[in-house]
């Protein structure tokens, strides 16, 4: 990685300003899943073992104009005292003159948690304004929120234009693992896409395509594709308008594509609807495919076998209903046992792999879904490009 660190700067004394992702699952007041959170861990122990001072500042939800107690990152702070063993002060803004106040008498050691920062419209237009006033808080940015890394965002992309900025060590880490995927990946190279729409992910599919030596394609993706080799795909998800990129895809590299061969079809739309296994040439009228059969897992099982980087985006079929799941948590178990280096796009991908019990077998799972696509593209994030070079 080409960026500053943590480890790359002097933080004795100093008081440190951070981005994290702490956009968790809430109900009524109360984290439901604390994976950022604990994800956020490492760097900002490290911030403080190092003698610094660290005001934490995130986004959570969408907020609609202005301060909204619904959305307030007090249950985040709590939860992050509980992991860190020391208290987290919560601060009343995220700006402004009570919140200058806390930070110019923080003591090393001692953590403040910002308020949301989407409690202002100008965060999310980037405004330098705002950036400016965050930054007059602190002597260092440390951005470790990969997950927000593709806004350019007042608290992502802004402030690091006036504090000396660098990554914390959760952004170091996917930066890596993902950066594997697009730059000097190690062959056999097998990526997996799936999740309802080509027009999506098409500019993955290329990248994808230009780099890897075979590309899985699942879920409604694969029946795009399907129909555009002449299937007749019934009544399952196909999305018409990428129907050509689909075929001009097929032209060119067909070798390279892995679809499915068999399916699990449906009666309707339903977790609790009739179900059978069909060859894919053979769906019955008004069924519809919603997941993929045993041979087609048969076919995934050589095709990732040997392989030495394997990269998962979207889930190969209809997984949040249990009858049509076996395919993804069969596709995540076969991961796990491969041997290669397995990196997961977030999002459902990392969802599923969860629910399957694997996640600790994998080699990294991204935090960030809309990033890790992004990057997985080849676009430059504007909160990883905003960061100082090594």
């Not at 080849?378 to 090594?390: F, Y």
Request: charged share 25%; net charge negative.
């Amino acid at each position: 990685m080409d960026k500053k660190t943590v480890k790359d700067i002097d933080l004795v004394g100093k008081r440190v300003i951070m981005r994290v992702d702490f956009n968790v699952p809430m109900d009524k007041g109360i984290v439901t899943d604390d994976k950022r959170i604990k994800a956020a861990l490492p760097t900002i122990k490290y911030v403080l073992e190092q003698g610094a001072s660290l005001l934490l500042m995130s986004h959570l939800g969408r907020p609609k104009g202005g301060a909204d107690p619904e959305f307030s990152l007090k249950a985040a702070a709590e939860v992050l005292a509980g992991h860190l063993g020391k208290p987290v002060m919560m601060a009343p803004d995220c700006v402004g003159p009570e919140v200058e106040k806390i930070a110019a008498a923080l003591k090393p050691g001692e953590v403040v948690m910002l308020e949301n920062t989407r409690f202002y419209p100008g965060e999310e237009k980037n405004d330098l304004e705002l950036a400016k006033k965050m930054a007059a808080l602190a002597d260092v940015y440390v951005n470790d929120a990969f997950g927000s890394a593709h806004r350019a965002h007042s608290s992502t992309e802004g402030i690091a234009r006036f504090l000396p900025a660098v990554s914390g060590f959760l952004m170091e880490q996917e930066l890596e693992y993902l950066g594997r995927a697009v730059s000097n990946p190690e062959h056999p190279y097998i990526a997996i896409l799936g999740g309802a729409k080509i027009s999506d992910k098409i500019l993955v599919v290329e990248t994808l395509l230009s780099k890897c030596d075979k590309l899985i394609i699942g879920g409604g993706m694969a029946n795009t594709f399907l129909a555009a080799k002449g299937l007749n795909m019934q009544d399952s998800l196909v999305e018409s308008t990428s129907l050509e990129t689909a075929k001009a895809i097929l032209s060119r590299v067909s070798d390279k594509l892995v679809l499915p061969v068999d399916a699990v079809v449906a009666d309707k739309f339903d977790a609790e609807a009739n179900s059978q296994v069909v060859d894919v040439e053979a769906i019955p009228a008004g069924w519809r495919m919603l997941d993929v059969g045993p041979k087609t897992l048969e076919l995934y099982k050589q095709t990732l076998a040997g392989a030495k980087l394997i990269v998962w985006n979207g889930p190969v079929g209809v997984f949040e209903f249990p009858k049509f799941a076996e395919g993804t948590f069969t596709l995540a178990k076969l991961l796990a046992e491969s041997g290669a280096t397995t990196v997961i796009g977030g999002g459902d991908s990392a969802s599923a792999v969860k629910k399957a019990g694997v996640a600790k077998q994998m080699t990294h799972v991204s935090t960030g879904g809309g990033a890790s696509l992004e990057f997985l593209e080849g676009k430059e994030l504007p909160g990883v490009a905003a960061l100082n070079a090594k």
